[in-house]
């Protein structure tokens, strides 16, 4: 046997074998992707002496790797990628020599790199990425003439970059992406590398220190220097190079006009990120052909640009885009594309949306949010079938929701807040099973919220705040599964990859809610919020207690409508809550005593109902200022000024008391109190009864306390007789 491939077969063990095994042929052994969930076992290093290649990459493996490693004298590959082990690196893989690919990169390796390493002449991809490396890069690496890939990126190396790097004649790949590595790099720390086709250096606290007219010695094909030191001027060494068919300069620090051969340049561009700089220009004339195209957050101007049917993600979002929408929707040249993510929101672009939406079926994320847009939603919205996130948000679209859009049926986020939309919420929106976010804030929408609300159970943000809904809260919250905690929102998360080599990069909505009072923009943390808000309407009614069964719900705002009831007895048990907002309502009662259990609440807000009795006594609800309660002139008992009378303290036991452990005064503690004493009374009565020589004994018992009590009383007589 020379080759054994057990890959994918669900093995979750390696014992040693009970019989001693012959393998003296054996080269290539594979175990990939299996469920092994323990060390390495050392007797795999002892199974053959001819092994080439060993592969265990994608299982649970732990621990160190053994020094005994080093008898794999003739191992060319090794791949422990996409484990768990940890530990420092064992100094005996340098003892290596013939190895060629060394692959340890997705693990939990906490230590330098060590200095062995640089023995292993034979090496050719050196990959170490995604562990806790710290330390500086070894500058005998120098010595590694064959190595043609290293990728040490996401870990904790630090310093500078050796210029001895730069030696490596046969180097094709270099990244040490998001590490702790700062200083500059000079030209001499590329004068040999003729080979080097890709220069991954994003997410580091380098910068690029080279002249204007720098010739680079290489022709890349691959440059990522997103957060890394470019500017201020804008790269002209970039003209030079012809081969590149992904450029990232995102964060780069550039703040300079795009030179006018950029554009024609980037017509080979397969991905083009170059958003969060200053780069300014018009690109009113631009023809842009690239399939992923970022130039969000700049200081670019004009019409928008033309695109070609290659396209699939366009985000131009946060510049200074103005005109109308209408000429790059319903252009001859965009009949036919490929378009999935647009993203033309935060410019000045103004006028209607047209009804040229059959172009764009393979729309997937369309975000078209504040800007001067106006007129009605268009019908033809309707044939975006693969559509799972619109946001139409501040703008000045009029009229009514269309019932086209329902044959939208995979939707995950819909904004429409801040506009001047009117008539009732449509009923089939409260039917999209997949809906996850839901914002119609500050519009006209009028009617009531129907009980279907409850059947969106993978929402996790409603917002309707400020609109004109009445009726009352649906008293079916606890169906809304994700809100409870019932479901996994993480399995469907806001985010759209674009671009299969370069999944680190994924468009994800934003989104701006008022969570606690103020603005706040959401974007990667918003898998993680839990909202409900239906402030500012003219709801009435009862607030229904099935919203206490809502234990994933961060953030509840119902205040400013015509509320009435209770604050709900159980939304104590809201643990995650971080804000409630009540205020100016009609709710009556005391505060109920649980409250004091919401351990997270930061922000809370209860002023201006007609709420009674004592503020229930706990670190968490005496923290907030009075202003949180104002408004309610029968509350007592800090932070409010106002004492509480004997009267209010006697009400608020009788009705909260078994809240905080104080029973007294309240009437479960006296039954409670009654039934303890008849049967510890009846106990003993029945024990005294029963048993002859307890029976005895307590009558004697009786019998001298009776004479001490009498011989105390005749003495103290005599006493006080004698005294008068």
Excluded at 225 to 240: A, D, Q
Excluded at 426 to 440: G, I, T
Excluded at 652 to 668: C, L, P, Q, R, Y
Aim: charged share 15%; hydrophobic share 40%; with cysteine.
């Amino acid at each position: 046997l020379s080759e054994l491939h057990l890959e994918s077969c669900q093995i979750d063990n390696l014992g040693p074998p009970k019989r001693k095994a012959n393998f003296t042929h054996l080269q290539v052994l594979d175990l990939s992707i299996n469920n092994l969930n323990h060390q390495i076992p050392s007797w795999l290093f002892n199974l053959s002496t001819t092994l080439v290649q060993l592969d265990l990459h994608s299982n649970l493996l732990q621990g160190q790797i053994p020094q005994i490693i080093s008898s794999l004298q003739n191992i060319k590959n090794l791949d422990l990628q996409n484990n768990q082990l940890s530990g420092p690196l064992p100094d005996s893989l340098g003892q290596l020599k013939h190895l060629e690919v060394l692959n340890l990169s997705n693990n939990t390796f906490t230590c330098p790199i060590p200095s062995p390493f640089a023995n292993l002449s034979s090496l050719r991809t050196l990959n170490l990425a995604h562990n806790r490396l710290n330390g500086t890069i070894p500058k005998s690496f120098e010595f590694l003439k064959n190595l043609q890939v290293l990728n040490l990126g996401a870990n904790s190396l630090t310093g500078d970059m050796p210029v001895t790097l730069g030696t490596l004649s046969n180097l094709v790949t270099l990244d040490l992406s998001s590490n702790l590595l700062e200083g500059s790099i000079k030209e001499s720390n590329f004068v040999k590398l003729l080979k080097l086709k890709e220069l991954r250096l994003s997410w580091t606290n380098l910068f690029l220190s080279v002249n204007s007219g720098w010739a680079p010695p290489f022709q890349l094909e691959y440059v990522l220097l997103s957060s890394f030191g470019i500017g201020p001027k804008f790269p002209e060494w970039l003209k030079r190079q012809s081969s590149v068919k992904v450029l990232t300069m995102s964060k780069a620090g550039i703040a300079d006009l795009v030179p006018s051969w950029f554009w024609n340049w980037t017509l080979q561009i397969e991905f083009l990120d170059l958003s969060n700089n200053l780069l300014s220009g018009d690109l009113s004339n631009i023809f842009l052909n690239s399939s992923v195209i970022n130039l969000s957050s700049n200081l670019f101007k004009g019409r928008l640009p033309s695109v070609s049917a290659n396209v699939e993600v366009l985000n131009v979002a946060n510049n200074s885009i103005s005109g109308t929408i209408s000429p790059f929707l319903c252009g001859k040249e965009n009949a036919t594309n490929k378009l999935s993510v647009l993203d033309f929101s935060n410019n000045v672009l103004y006028g209607d949306l047209g009804h040229c939406w059959v172009h764009w079926q393979a729309l997937v994320h369309l975000n078209l949010g504040s800007n001067n847009l106006s007129g009605v939603i268009p019908n033809s919205m309707g044939y975006l079938s693969q559509l799972e996130s619109l946001l139409l948000d501040d703008n000045r679209f009029s009229g009514y929701i269309p019932s086209t859009l329902q044959n939208c049926s995979t939707m995950k986020f819909i904004d429409m807040g801040n506009n001047q939309l009117s008539d009732a919420i449509p009923d089939w929106m409260w039917e999209m099973q997949y809906l996850m976010v839901l914002r119609l804030r500050s519009n006209n929408f009028n009617g009531s919220i129907t009980q279907k609300m409850c059947q969106l159970s993978s929402l996790i943000v409603l917002d309707l705040g400020n609109n004109s809904l009445s009726g009352s809260i649906p008293n079916c919250l606890d169906d809304m599964k994700t809100m409870a905690g019932e479901d996994d929102f993480f399995a469907n998360p806001l985010s759209y990859s674009y671009g299969s080599d370069f999944s680190y990069n994924h468009y994800k909505e934003t989104l701006v809610l008022v969570p606690k009072g103020d603005e706040l923009e959401y974007r990667d943390n918003l898998i993680l919020v839990r909202m409900i808000d239906l402030s500012s309407n003219k709801l009435s009614g009862a607030i229904p207690s099935e919203i206490s069964k809502l234990s994933a719900l961060r953030f509840l705002n119902l205040s400013r409508n015509h509320l009435s009831g209770g604050i709900p007895n159980d939304m104590g048990k809201m643990k995650l809550l971080e804000s409630l907002d009540l205020s100016l309502n009609n709710i009556s009662g005391q505060i109920p005593q649980s409250l004091s259990d919401l351990s997270f609440l930061s922000f809370l807000n209860l002023s201006y109902n007609n709420l009674s009795g004592r503020i229930p006594t706990s670190t968490q609800l005496q923290s907030f200022e009075e202003l949180s309660y104002t408004g309610n002139p029968e509350l007592c008992g800090p932070p409010v000024t106002k004492n509480c009378t004997d009267k209010e303290e006697l009400t608020e036991s009788a009705s909260v008391g078994h809240g905080d452990g104080n029973f007294f005064g309240t009437s479960e503690f006296y039954i409670g109190m009654g039934v303890g004493f008849a049967a510890g009374f009846w106990g003993f009565c029945s024990v005294v009864f029963f048993n002859r020589t307890w029976r005895r004994a307590y009558f004697h018992y009786l019998d001298h306390l009776r004479d001490l009590i009498y011989v105390i009383i005749v003495l103290k007589v005599r006493r006080l007789l004698g005294k008068l």
